[in-house]
């Protein structure tokens, strides 16, 4: 069983910057990040896995993943950060080999992270 610990959620005015933090306790070959606000389906955000990253199209150009594989830990660098991206943010992860991108067919969720963006 995969956990999954996120941290670098807060609040933030439009136009800052979060960079959030996901640690996981072994590797894993697909991993990325959704969101949820109450009332909302969740929203994949960005994923990476099968040699490519994909993002919605509400975050492109604004959101970046990243992966270190040497310490199992995923990140997500927020730019221009705009009140619509005000959620929580779950790390999710899965094993493979093909990774689900930002479909939610991820076996592996986080607590989720509350990011509030002002």
């Known amino acids: 069983h995969v956990q999954l610990v996120e941290s670098g959620g807060g609040s933030v005015q439009a136009g800052g910057s979060l960079r959030l933090s996901c640690a996981a306790s072994?590797?894993?070959?697909?991993m990325g990040w959704f969101r949820q606000t109450t009332g909302k389906e969740r929203e994949g955000v960005a994923s990476i896995g099968n040699d490519r990253t994909t993002y919605a199209d509400s975050v492109q150009g604004r959101f970046t993943i990243s992966k270190d594989n040497a310490k199992n830990t995923l990140f997500l660098q927020m730019n221009t950060l705009k009140p619509e991206d005000t959620a929580v943010y779950y790390c999710v992860a899965g094993l493979g080999p093909r990774c689900p991108a930002l479909q939610p067919w991820y076996s592996y969720w986080g607590q989720g992270t509350q990011v509030t963006v002002s």
């Open positions: 072994e590797y894993t070959m697909c």
